[in-house]
């Protein structure tokens, strides 16, 4: 998430499908949910979630929780807003006490 500046607009393009599954010496599908559980999700907000089906016709802005029609293979396209975790800021010298 270091590439990504605060504020900044994250986009990620992956095969999605029905369930999440690896294809023997071919590629890996994606539940279209999953992404929203990988490592670094808590700095991201999800704006907006579009993808292409089987007859290349593109469905724009589809509500995120909602299930997809999806009998084959699709094209998944996520877009995130990373947004600062900010850590409590001290005042005072180090070592200095608190009051």
């Given at each position: 998430m270091k590439t990504v500046k605060n504020g900044?607009?994250?986009?990620?393009s992956l095969h999605?499908?029905?369930?999440?599954?690896?294809?023997?010496?071919?590629?890996?599908?994606?539940h279209s949910r999953e992404t929203f559980t990988w490592?670094?999700?808590e700095m991201l907000q999800p704006k907006r979630?579009?993808?292409?089906?089987?007859?290349?016709?593109?469905?724009?802005?589809y509500p995120l929780m909602e299930?997809?029609?999806l009998p084959t293979f699709e094209c998944g396209i996520h877009?995130?807003?990373?947004?600062?975790?900010?850590m409590p800021q001290?005042?005072?010298r180090a070592g200095s006490r608190l009051d």
């Amino acid at each position: 998430m270091k590439t990504v500046k605060n504020g900044g607009t994250l986009y990620i393009s992956l095969h999605i499908g029905a369930e999440t599954r690896v294809h023997f010496n071919a590629h890996r599908d994606f539940h279209s949910r999953e992404t929203f559980t990988w490592l670094g999700h808590e700095m991201l907000q999800p704006k907006r979630f579009d993808y292409v089906d089987d007859q290349g016709s593109p469905h724009k802005d589809y509500p995120l929780m909602e299930t997809l029609p999806l009998p084959t293979f699709e094209c998944g396209i996520h877009t995130f807003r990373k947004h600062s975790l900010t850590m409590p800021q001290f005042k005072g010298r180090a070592g200095s006490r608190l009051d």
